[in-house]
């Protein structure tokens, strides 16, 4: 990645992810805690259909979401990841930090797969 997009990215990034101070600027399943959604997740993969349509509206705000980024970067922002597995990735990171909200964890799978997490853009 030129290190143009690797600034761009960078300050894109880190913008998102202070824009949680500020909940009027998040809109949709972002602001959502990710208690709901591991409770969606879980109904998702029992087959309980109230959950099922919760799952699939995170699913489809992931994806608006990261087309947005796709666009303003003008490349693929999960780097050949499929939405399902971003999906089980959310769930995970969900699952250790069940106070954060749907939106800062995208952020941090977008960072880690963009290896900006830990600062070690290439």
């Given amino acids: 990645m030129p290190l143009i997009k690797q600034l761009l990215l960078a300050s894109l990034l880190l913008s998102l992810g202070s824009a949680n101070a500020s909940p009027s600027q998040l809109l949709g399943y972002g602001v959502k805690p990710c208690e709901a959604y591991l409770k969606a997740y879980e109904g998702w993969n029992s087959g309980l259909e109230e959950q099922m349509e919760q799952y699939l509206h995170y699913r489809d705000w992931l994806t608006g979401f990261i087309s947005g ?54």
Wanted: glycine fraction near 8%; proline fraction near 2%.
């Fill in 69 to 122: 980024l796709n666009l303003a970067m003008g490349e693929d922002m999960l780097h050949g990841v499929e939405v399902a597995g971003a999906m089980r990735r959310i769930q995970l990171y969900c699952d250790e930090h069940p106070t954060e909200d749907f939106f800062t964890a995208s952020v941090s799978l977008i960072k880690s797969l963009s290896n900006l997490e830990q600062g070690k853009a290439e």
